[in-house]
T-cell receptor, first 109, second 115 residues
Framework: RKEVEQDPGPFNVPEGATVAFNCTYSNSASQSFFWYRQDCRKEPKLLMS???SGNEDGRFTAQLNRASQYISLLIRDSKLSDSATYLC??????????FGKGTSLLVTP | GAGVSQSPSNKVTEKGKDVELRCDPI?????LYWYRQSLGQGLEFLIYFQGNSAPDKSGLPSDRFSAERTGGSVSTLTIQRTQQEDSAVYLCASSQGQLPRETQYFGPGTRLLVL
């Protein structure tokens, strides 16, 4: 079983839609959780960290459920510029990161 | 300020040749990581350097892979006797510290194609 699993998508949504991505992780000892964004042929960039209490950054909301080992990302009022691959990331051995394969999002006019 | 830089941006080589990939981390960042991303795959951790500590090499896929970090700054990833399955994007990242919550900043990557 992969350490971090995501639905690869693609998710095709119209502008203004709300879309949610889910991710599960296998290592119950994991301590830190992130969502990274990767544009086509570009490097990953940190979108937001994920905390147990849930956190919000503008149109983006991230949630962590430790009991279920489940992480989510909600994007409200989708923009064309949100089109990218979203990577679920879990810390590994305290520093290096375990990346999911990513979920592809395409926002259409 | 300057981000993480990597060179070359693209490398085409023949099977069996050795290649060297270079990473310049963000100035002042003590932690440096190498990952690779194969087509359709997630990022795979390769090696981690933190200050002057011994590197964590647990992610290196074979003994053909090695990496050095000189003077706590620039790092070189070397792949000896390249194989076609080594074709991937090799990404370097750096962070200020070693805490799990420290943001890792990625370079643009080196796209390696082994013919």
């Amino acid at each position: 079983r992969k350490e971090v699993e995501q639905d690869p998508g693609p998710f095709n949504v119209p502008e203004g839609a709300t879309v949610a991505f889910n991710c599960t992780y296998s290592n119950s000892a994991s301590q830190s959780f992130f969502w990274y964004r990767q544009d086509c042929r570009k490097e990953p960039k940190l979108l937001m960290s994920v905390y147990s209490s849930g956190n919000e950054d503008g149109r983006f909301t991230a949630q962590l459920n430790r009991a279920s080992q489940y992480i989510s990302l909600l994007i409200r009022d989708s923009k064309l510029s949100d089109s990218a691959t979203y990577l679920c990331v879990v810390n590994r051995s305290g520093y290096a990161l375990n990346f999911g394969k990513g979920t592809s999002l395409l926002v259409t006019p | 300020g300057a981000g993480v830089s990597q060179s070359p941006s693209n490398k085409v080589t023949e099977k069996g040749k050795d290649v060297e990939l270079r990473c310049d981390p963000i100035s002042g960042h003590t932690a440096l990581y190498w990952y690779r991303q194969s087509l359709g795959q997630g990022l795979e951790f390769l090696i981690y350097f933190q200050g002057n500590s011994a590197p964590d090499k647990s992610g290196l896929p074979s003994d053909r892979f090695s990496a050095e970090r000189t003077g706590g700054s620039v790092s070189t990833l070397t792949i000896q006797r390249t194989q076609q399955e080594d074709s991937a994007v090799y990404l370097c990242a750096s962070s200020q510290g070693q805490l799990p919550r420290e943001t890792q900043y990625f370079g643009p990557g080196t796209r390696l194609l082994v013919l």
